[in-house]
């Protein structure tokens, strides 16, 4: 049983993946969110990345796409721990060897290795599911501790902890 359970998530925009515009869409999106939130230049740079590789893969293989941006909140025995989230989901054919790829060791040709592994080592996690009708890729940071814990009024935004409110809702 995980110590971790779900105590809420509050989806900040759902966009479509449908062009490379909408890849650095995407990746510009990733950013400005990361920022509002309270991340570090550095770590927004890494998350606008990881984000950019994943949506690029989903686009290049499947066609088009969605990404989701959340922010999470989960309790674990010690404390309560808010994540920033995407997801990105295509229906496209799945990636095949997924076991090789994350373990570093696929041959292949393309470039869907090296995003993934590059995701993986710039997030806090990155959890795959593929299969024949699609993928799905959750890509987790966890919010600078710098971030309260209190809320906008007018959006699931924290607030900085001076009081200005980290927010896309104004």
């Known amino acids: 049983m995980s110590l971790d359970?779900?105590?809420?998530?509050a989806r900040l925009v759902?966009?479509?993946l449908?062009?490379?515009q909408d890849v650095v869409l995407c990746r510009n999106r990733a950013r400005i969110i990361a920022a509002a939130l309270g991340f570090d230049r550095q770590q927004q740079v890494r998350i606008a990345t990881a984000v950019s590789e994943i949506a690029r893969n989903a686009f290049r293989y499947a066609g088009s796409a969605t990404a989701e941006f959340l922010l999470t909140s989960n309790r674990t025995s010690t404390r309560r721990k808010q994540s920033f989230v995407t997801v990105v989901h295509d229906q496209g054919p799945g990636i095949?060897?997924?076991?090789s790829i994350?373990?570093?060791t696929h041959q292949g040709v393309t470039g869907v290795a090296m995003g993934i592994l590059s995701a993986k080592r710039l997030m806090d996690s990155v959890h795959?599911?593929?299969g024949a009708s699609g993928t799905t890729v959750r890509l987790d940071q966890e919010l600078p501790r710098i971030v309260s814990r209190r809320k906008c009024s007018s959006c699931p935004l924290p607030l900085c902890n001076y009081g200005r409110v980290l927010s896309l809702c104004r």
């Open 5 to 9: 359970a779900p105590y809420g998530s």
């Open 14 to 16: 759902l966009m479509p």
């Open 18 to 20: 449908q062009s490379e």
């Open 96 to 99: 095949p060897d997924l076991p």
């Open 102 to 104: 994350l373990a570093g």
């Open 128 to 130: 795959i599911e593929t």
